[in-house]
């Protein structure tokens, strides 16, 4: 039965890769980023309401804010509606960024994984066919425990030996299996 043998080929997180490593920091530092202007774009959205709410206040009540010593409002809604367009701006091409990072990120795990797999094949394929000599064997063992039962009955004997056929249908007949074990076959070289 081949087995594979004590091997020290080793693969490293996917994360260690200098480059994987690279592009999580900066898809980290476009999140902060966006993260950072969606609060700022929050808090002036909250001013540009609160704006737009003492703009409709009528003139005697912002005269009696000045009588009780406020200062007159300088509301310059224009200007914090102008900074919050280019808020959303900003937003909108650091959401792209972050989706186009991401992407990137998919392709370095993608051509990472790639050849970390590659590294593995030869024990992979060492595993499987350890697979393919235990399927076979078992197959063996099957049709030798069958043939002792078919001998006592074929005598003309009462069947008094218990069936130990596995629950699981190991067959030529069962096409499924035939073809898995055929691509195993080939795989496993």
Request: glycine letters at 6%; hydrophobic letters at 45%; zero cysteines.
């Amino acid at each position: 039965m081949a087995t594979a043998p004590h091997d020290t080929t080793e693969i490293e997180p996917v994360g260690t890769h200098p480059a994987h490593a690279e592009a999580e920091g900066t898809l980290r530092r476009l999140k902060e980023s966006r993260d950072a202007i969606e609060r700022e774009l929050f808090d002036l959205e909250a001013e540009i309401t609160a704006a737009l709410i003492a703009e409709r206040e009528s003139e005697d009540a912002a005269a009696l804010r000045l009588i009780d010593g406020d200062d007159a409002p300088d509301i310059g809604v224009e200007d914090m509606q102008a900074r919050a367009t280019k808020l959303r701006n900003r937003l909108g091409a650091f959401k792209r960024a972050i989706a186009m990072q991401r992407a990137r990120l998919r392709e370095i795990r993608a051509d990472a994984s790639s050849a970390a797999a590659f590294a593995l094949l030869p024990r992979h394929r060492l595993a499987v066919a350890g697979i393919v000599a235990a399927m076979e064997g078992l197959r063996r063992a099957i049709d030798a425990e069958r043939e002792v039962r078919a001998q006592l009955s074929d005598a003309g004997y009462d069947q008094r030996l218990q069936d130990f056929t596995p629950p699981m249908v190991l067959s030529d007949a069962d096409l499924g299996q035939a073809a898995w074990l055929a691509r195993a076959k080939g795989y496993a070289g």
